[in-house]
């Protein structure tokens, strides 16, 4: 069965401490991984999406890697701001639906 | 102006009411998607649709109904509204020949 797990389920850092959000898959055939950013009460927000093994991306202070069987979001020198819920997602070669790990809440205290 | 957007973004109604949720977009997209999300379930598809004709259940259908007026509005039906159908609604598209999905701001749905 395709699975995707986060972990952890929740994160506390003080501003300035970096680390790293997993996200391990088992898929029958990876067609593309999805990183997202949810804030309470509104739509995942687009970050990333990884194709291969290898690949990776960045954008201020989030990289997003990816290996054969995990994906990691790593967060440099986070702020407040960057407080919310992290979502990865894959799609699979099997059909059109995208499965959703329950999200990492990140809380970034000042 | 956003791309995708949802009406209403709040509504409450009662057990066995109909009440139908929107989605707009004009990203140009073909595919269209509905989600629900519920405190430590995270999103769970309901349906999607590839284009006028063409409707599909996701893993949680049962309840629902919906309709694709156009490429650029889909639209999800309660038929008779039960309690455990509170939850966060969520639209989503994308372009058939890229991988990924763009959300709307969700439609908080409390069932009394």
């Known amino acids: 069965e395709d699975q995707v797990t986060q972990s952890p389920e929740a994160l506390r850092l003080q501003e300035g401490e970096s680390s790293s959000l997993n996200c391990s898959y088992t898929v029958s055939g990876l067609r593309g991984l999805f990183w997202y950013r949810q804030d309470p009460g509104k739509g995942p927000e687009f970050l990333f999406t990884l194709y291969s093994a290898g690949e990776e991306k960045e954008k201020e202070r989030l990289k997003a890697t990816l290996t054969k069987k995990e994906s990691f979001l790593h967060i440099t020198a986070p702020k407040p701001e960057d407080s919310a819920t992290y979502l990865c997602?894959?799609?699979?070669?099997?059909?059109?639906?995208?499965?959703f790990g329950k999200g990492t809440r990140l809380h970034i205290l000042p | 102006d956003a791309d995708v957007t949802q009406t209403p973004r709040n509504r409450i109604t009662k057990t066995g009411k109909r009440i139908m949720l929107e989605c707009s977009q004009t990203k140009g997209h073909d595919r269209m998607y509905w989600y629900r999300q519920d405190p430590g379930l995270g999103l769970r598809l309901i349906y999607y649709?590839?284009?006028?004709?063409?409707?599909n259940k996701g893993e949680i259908s049962d309840g629902y109904s919906v309709s694709r007026q156009a490429q650029a509005k889909f639209s999800l039906s309660l038929e008779s509204a039960i309690p455990n159908q509170t939850a966060l609604y969520f639209c989503?598209?994308?372009?058939?020949?890229?991988?990924?999905?763009?959300f709307g701001p969700g439609t908080r749905l409390l069932v009394l």
């Open positions: 649709s590839f284009d006028v004709k063409d409707i």
């Open positions: 997602a894959v799609r699979t070669n099997r059909d059109d639906k995208i499965i």
């Open positions: 989503a598209t994308r372009d058939g020949g890229v991988e990924t999905q763009y």
